[in-house]
């Protein structure tokens, strides 16, 4: 009897399965421009990165990346066009010689359509040092940082921190600052990394300070809201249209996502070596 009554269950259960297909509309397609100039504190050189790709729907399952945009950044000096590299999958050159002075104008052309931005390099102060600290967190497996820097009036008040990598994907966590009790003083804050995934495949952590400007600094803050993490890549596109700071020329309704920032950075490599005695016990 228990037998009889297992197989009008499962027959029952199985008459009950429907595939149902979600039409979704999607028609606001629209362009992701991912892009970034940076300099080494200690360089004069600077290195020019773009991403381009198309927005997607939810569903979608196609390739989005852009691979025959004409992309170029505008010095004094003339134009640089950036070559795209298929293993990156992304358009890049490097600048020969960056100053403070300049406006670095950036160009995307695609599919009869031109998006522009202009920037100019933003200074960091640099950091003086990074060591592992002391206090306990409620999760037994982090373990604090504590970075030192110096911000003097002069230089600029907001920055990006980008901590990685981790995990198995080498993802980072990233921290936006502005200095307002900071400005003109040496300060250290800390921060707390889950060491399991930290040091899962490395043996040191690295440790980025980027310059940003005001408008870059409230883009990330409505990003990371959105994201509810501080995780992933900051300045590509979010879940809700966010206007960054490129426009587009030809149609300007039609705006891209993403931004554009031309900054300086520092950065500091902390060993596993360098904790004290037990922490990874």
Not at 212 to 236: C, H, V
Not at 251 to 265: A, T
């Amino acid at each position: 009897m228990k037998k009889y009554f297992l197989y009008i269950l499962i027959l029952f259960f199985s008459s009950c399965e429907k595939v149902i297909t979600i039409e979704t509309d999607y028609s606001d397609e629209r362009i992701v421009l991912d892009a970034s100039i940076f300099k080494n504190i200690n360089e004069n050189f600077a290195t020019a990165i773009v991403k381009v790709n198309k927005t997607a729907p939810y569903f979608g399952e196609n390739n989005t990346i852009i691979e025959n945009a004409n992309v170029y950044i505008k010095t004094k000096n003339g134009n640089i066009d950036l070559n795209y590299n298929n293993k990156y999958e992304y358009y890049t050159n490097t600048i020969d010689h960056i100053s403070f002075e300049e406006d670095y104008e950036f160009f995307v052309e695609f599919e009869e359509e031109n998006y522009y931005s202009s920037e100019k390099l933003i200074k960091v102060s640099g950091i003086e040092s990074v060591k592992f600290g002391d206090r306990k967190s409620l999760n037994n497996d982090e373990v604090e940082l504590l970075i030192t820097f110096t911000d003097p009036k002069e230089i600029g008040d907001f920055n990006l921190w980008k901590f990685g990598p981790k995990g198995e994907a080498n993802t980072y966590d990233y921290l936006v600052s502005r200095d307002l009790y900071t400005n003109g003083n040496q300060f250290t804050f800390s921060f707390f990394i889950d060491k399991t995934k930290y040091f899962k495949n490395d043996e040191f952590v690295y440790i980025e300070m980027t310059g940003l400007t005001e408008e870059g600094f409230n883009y990330l803050n409505i990003l990371t809201a959105q994201a509810g993490a501080q995780n992933g890549r900051p300045f590509s596109s979010a879940s809700a249209i966010i206007r960054g700071n490129i426009t587009n020329l030809s149609n300007p309704e039609k705006f891209p996502l993403g931004f554009y920032r031309v900054s300086e950075f520092d950065y500091f490599r902390l060993s596993k070596e360098d904790a004290p005695d037990g922490l990874f016990d």
